[in-house]
């Protein structure tokens, strides 16, 4: 087939993917879908789950992967070509979906197979999938009047060129800013392997000294070692005006507060057409979370818990660094490395030295290993013959196998930072799991394959010798988060596309199997399994985790309250906040920090403005579920401390937890999932117990 973006025989053919392809491909499909659903629509049978639901899920498949494919391509190979590409193609995508959400006929269609007779002898995952249909053709805006139905299109198209928008020029702004350094006192304190990629990037450029940059393997070093106060603050101030009109490296039109301003305009008036309030109720209609005002009594109570601790933790800093650091007074870009300084002093170790101990084979493996215990399966790096197509030199792909041996999924992992890769961590699905019935009278099912990417600092050249890539600790935990992604994804059984993995899962409780795997990268049994000193081979020190123990819960109070500030901004931005009152953006978070904050940003600080989870991701009314999800993923972790005795990598806890929690997917409700396998509601203790806070 001349078009690899129309070949859905196996994995996406991504080396030779061209821009060319994609506005061909994208025509074709959506005339093909359109055509199904008119075929549909004009039936005058009854509905049924085969004549109605599976064509429409099948031309939808593969509309959502071929341009989920072309998707990922602008998020990790971004090109001014292909943005161009994909921005001008943007708006059909957006125009179809809101076209079918809106589509009267298909509305009554499954009304009547929710009423049918064939209804009661559907399984429950096809039960949940035609509820979850009829909630969301509500939310599309099929029950508007025909007048009002224009408008929420336009509507739909508008917010995804704004949010897309948003996170370019955030992108841009992030790769648009360098500061070379050629003096060596200028860097004292930064560790060697970043200064030795900071010389390399300079050698790029045809400089000697150092090349900075805002990308994360980078930025984050600096603050954190870098002894120069001046060079921290300026690097700080770099970061925290991204697209913002303070942002010197950029115009006017790359500043993101109008595109918020529209954003939020725009989703509050399709929330009031629907009926709602405002969008907060709009998110929350397919979330676990009942109402805005439950989430916020949730976030001020751990809030009132955490904010007692986070005092401490500042008090703690600011003692150290007047007498220990000469700096009577703490600015924001003093805190990561008074905080890493005061790590040193208090617990005898640092990021740095830690590092040294995960090499990023050692890291994969011990990982792998986990799993494999865990859920019995195998995973193995595919072999170099079968030519599997990636978009990038550094991106690997792995099989998973099952106790029998059987292939169950596979993946993608892209793990190194560059300047065509947006900033983060996160997991895609390429191809979801379900149940693909031929006229023969047979069925095959269709393997999940998810991509995996992060944002690491890549491997190095050293005295001309390769040096595998380095992950701080904090690193291994992100991998094992989005590794839990990926398994929700990959691990399912279930064999209807619209609950299969993370489909139909609630928002605030996807993350419970990702924030779940975090815990393991805190057991001695796992980390003696996934450490390997880069020079000596030594795995990680029995005295060297003690301390990592001891200080796990290392500012815990200021990390928590963080997250909730971020989390009561969104809510209220959201819910009861007017973006044409006499309130700004700016003002709204700064109440927010006075009520809930211990550390106050500077005034040009312009956080909203790369605030890309809500702005231009899926977390607009809705960033407060990782702390939701929190709550879950702790409550179920402590089952595996419970059942220890043979460690914590518990096979018989983990089949359980496979069963009742990942491989259903979002064939019911998340509630239900949770009680299943943990026999009750969830508690609130586990989690202030593994953050070190009281529990009465």
Sequence with gaps: MSNPLLDFSGLPRFAEIQNEHITPAIETLLKENRAVIEKIRSDERAPTWQTFVQPMTDANERLSRAWGQVSHLNAVMNTPQLRETYNANLPLITQFYAELSQDVKLFEKFKQLRASAEFDRLTPARKKIIENELRDFRLGGAELPADKKQRFMQIQEELSKLSSTFS??????????????EDA?????????????????????GKTGWKFTLHMPSYLPVLQYADNRGLREQMYRAYATRASEFDSHADSSKDNMPLINKILGLRREAAQMLGFGNYAEVSLASKMAASPQQVLEFLRKLAGKAKPYAVQDLQALQQFAAEQLNLPKLEAWDLAYVSEKLRQERYAFSDQEVKQYF??????????????????????LAAPERKIQCWHPDVKFFDIHDANGQLIGQFYLDLYARPTKRGGAWMDDAITRRRIDHQTGKHTIQLPVAY???????????????RPALFTHNEVIVLFHEFGHGLHHLLTKVEDLGVSG???????????????????????????????????????????YDKMITAKNFQSGLQMLRQI????????????????????????????????????????????????????????AGYYSYKWA????ADAYSMFEETAADGVVNAATGSHFLEEILAVGG?????????????REPELDALLRHSGMETA
């Design 359 to 380: 090499p990023e084979d050692k890291v994969l493996a011990g990982m792998f290993k986990v799993v494999e215990k865990l859920y019995g399966i195998r995973i193995s």
């Design 630 to 633: 929190e709550v879950l993923s």
């Design 168 to 181: 370019d020029n955030l992108l841009d702004a992030t790769n648009a800013y360098s500061l070379l350094i």
């Design 502 to 544: 993370i489909n139909g899962v609630e928002w605030d409780a996807v993350e419970l199997p990702s924030q779940f795997m975090e815990n393991f990268c805190w057991e001695w049994d796992v980390l003696t399994g996934m450490t390997q000193h880069i020079d000596s081979g030594e795995p990680l020190p029995q005295a060297l």
């Design 185 to 205: 006192k200028a860097v004292t304190g930064i560790p060697d392997d970043v200064l030795q990629t900071a010389q390399q990037l300079a050698a790029a450029d």
């Design 452 to 466: 995996l990417t992060c944002n690491f600092s890549a491997p190095v050249i050293v005295d001309h010798q390769p």
């Design 565 to 620: 500030e971020f989390a009561l901004f969104d809510m209220h931005v959201h819910f009861d906040f007017s973006p044409d009152g006499g309130k700004t953006v700016l003002q709204l978070l700064d109440e927010i920090r006075n009520e809930v904050a211990v550390v106050i940003p500077p005034d040009f600080n312009r956080f909203p403005n790369s605030f890309a989870h809500i702005f231009a991701g899926g977390y607009a």
């Design 667 to 679: 064939s019911r409700s998340a509630l239900e999932s949770f009680i299943a396998f943990r026999g």
